[in-house]
């Protein structure tokens, strides 16, 4: 039986060489690669240059969250990251907002992707929806998603924003090993206009393009990861004040053609990344 599984899986891995990266982009092979590398989990270099070993796969459908578009392979991570969704889901179950859906992660090895984002290359970045349909969806559902926009023009959209994404938004940022989370502007305006209590975690609520049908929340460096390169620490403060206004007069929202496009950027990779390429998968590793 054992063996069966393994033939099979080795047959999916055959089927990875084809690679489905425009030839000769950066992506190219991370993006045609099926399995992880064996090993450890390690992350090696920044989250637009960089790669993981030893990533594993988010279970699909979990305890108050469900994975979107698993036909995109892009649901590895460092075990962090699956441990922070893994716990927000249990969250989200136990608050009655669950189950949030869960966009895209890394490639198997991380690095760069054929089309769509620069970053998510170690492992540590994943993009959360702020829709909340308030049921499990289907397979074609997930498959073929509808974003939700929570902005319109440079305001909130009352009718889309509710308390439970406030909610969502706020255990994400309390989780300790998250570094910051990227929401666009008008989002994080109505975060400090409503945060109550200890405001803390607004600092970790970064402003940025986009962002307005999802969160993209990063996490740090796992300690003594040493390849792993860190990002500046987020600003001191709430950031609810200058740097949120120097938004004001930027269009926040991206056009339609600006997503999922294909990647041109060319980033250079650290050494240890081109040798991962090489390594085994846990496949062959377990073969052996
Ligand atoms: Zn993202």
Request: glycine share 12%; with cysteine.
């Amino acid at each position: 039986m054992r063996g069966v599984a393994l033939a099979g899986l080795i047959a999916v891995m055959s089927l990875g060489s084809a690679s489905c990266a425009e030839a000769g982009s950066a992506a190219d092979p991370w993006a045609g690669i099926k399995v992880p590398a064996a090993g450890a989990a390690q992350s090696f270099g920044s989250p637009a240059a960089g790669c993981i070993a030893g990533a594993v796969a988010l279970p699909l459908d979990g305890d108050g969250y469900q994975v979107l578009r698993p036909q995109r392979n892009r649901f590895w991570a460092h075990p962090r990251t699956v441990d922070f969704i893994r716990d927000l889901g249990r969250h989200a179950a136990t608050d009655g907002f669950g189950p949030f859906l869960v966009g895209d992660m890394s490639q198997p090895r991380g690095g760069p992707m054929a089309f769509g984002h620069g970053s998510h290359q170690t492992g540590l970045d994943v993009d959360i929806w702020f829709r909340l349909p308030g049921q499990s969806l289907s397979a074609d559902e997930l498959s073929q998603p509808v974003g939700v926009s929570m902005v319109r023009g440079a305001r909130i959209d009352p009718k889309a924003w509710t308390g439970d994404q406030m909610r969502m938004l706020e255990l994400a940022a309390h989780a300790p090993d998250v570094d910051r989370i990227f929401v666009n502007p008008p989002i994080k305006a109505e975060a400090c206009r409503t945060a109550k209590g200890d405001r803390a975690w607004l600092s970790k609520l970064r402003p940025w393009w986009g962002h307005d049908e999802h969160f993209h929340v990063r996490l740090s460096c796992t300690p003594g990861d040493v390849g792993c390169t860190p990002q500046a620490p987020v600003p001191e403060g709430e950031g609810c004040g200058g740097e949120l206004a120097s938004w004001n007069a930027k269009p926040v929202l991206l056009p339609q053609e600006a997503k999922d496009k294909p990647n041109h950027r060319n980033p250079v990779l650290p050494a240890a990344c081109v040798a991962l390429l090489h390594r085994p998968s846990v496949i062959e590793a377990g073969l052996r």
